[in-house]
């Protein structure tokens, strides 16, 4: 299992932009993918953008062209640079960890997008 550690995260104007970051720790080696999921109040969590081990990446088409997730193997931490932000991007945002038989979450940052 892994130990997941959100920062990052707080308020930005519509357009603008914020960089998350999650840092991981524990059995690193076991991890097959690892991503950012979002709850917004009164809605379901929902997948951001994860990359695996392998390197793939996939994003929610609502935030493709404006999110970017990438990954620092040395510090064993993952990034998601949020550009163009909108309000609907408002929201807790989580980092997952998903490997052979378990799936790890962060304790979540808030992100708040003013209009």
């Known amino acids: 299992h892994v130990q997941l550690v959100e920062s990052g995260g707080g308020l930005v104007q519509a357009g603008g932009s914020l960089r998350l970051s999650c840092a991981a720790s524990g059995s690193i080696f076991s991890i097959n993918s690892i991503g950012w999921y979002r709850q917004a109040p009164g809605k379901q969590r929902e997948l951001v953008a994860a990359?695996?081990?392998?390197?793939?990446?996939n994003y929610a088409d609502s935030v493709k062209g404006r999110f970017t997730i990438s990954r620092d193997n040395a510090k064993n931490t993952i990034f998601l640079q949020m550009n163009s932000a909108k309000p609907e991007d408002t929201a807790v945002y989580y980092c997952?960890?998903?490997?052979?038989?378990?799936?790890?979450w962060g304790q979540g940052t808030q992100v708040t997008v003013s209009s």
């Open positions: 997952n960890a998903r490997g052979l038989g378990y799936v790890n």
């Open positions: 990359i695996t081990s392998s390197g793939s990446r």
